[in-house]
């Protein structure tokens, strides 16, 4: 029942990671909420004894965490053009 909110807040961190290219505050607040999603998919597939589920989600957090880093360190960075 929960499958399409599920997918709808996944969307949204895919757009917000998308729109962080331009907009650097909402790049990082987009990886922050996908790294809880997927914190949240973790501890989800652990209370129902779903370990084979945990290995895609324990991904997509580690590509989160990468993705939040590097755009913290780059966020104050001064812009050439």
Known sequence: ?????????????????????????????????????????????LLVGDFAGIGGAAFMLVVASVLLALRIKTLDRPRTR
Do not use: D, Q, T
């Open 1 to 45: 029942a929960m499958f399409p909110v599920l997918a709808v807040l996944e969307f949204a961190a895919a757009a917000g990671l998308l729109a962080g290219i331009r907009w650097a505050r909402l790049g990082v607040a987009a990886a922050g909420g996908a790294m809880l999603y997927f914190i949240g998919a973790i501890v989800s597939h």
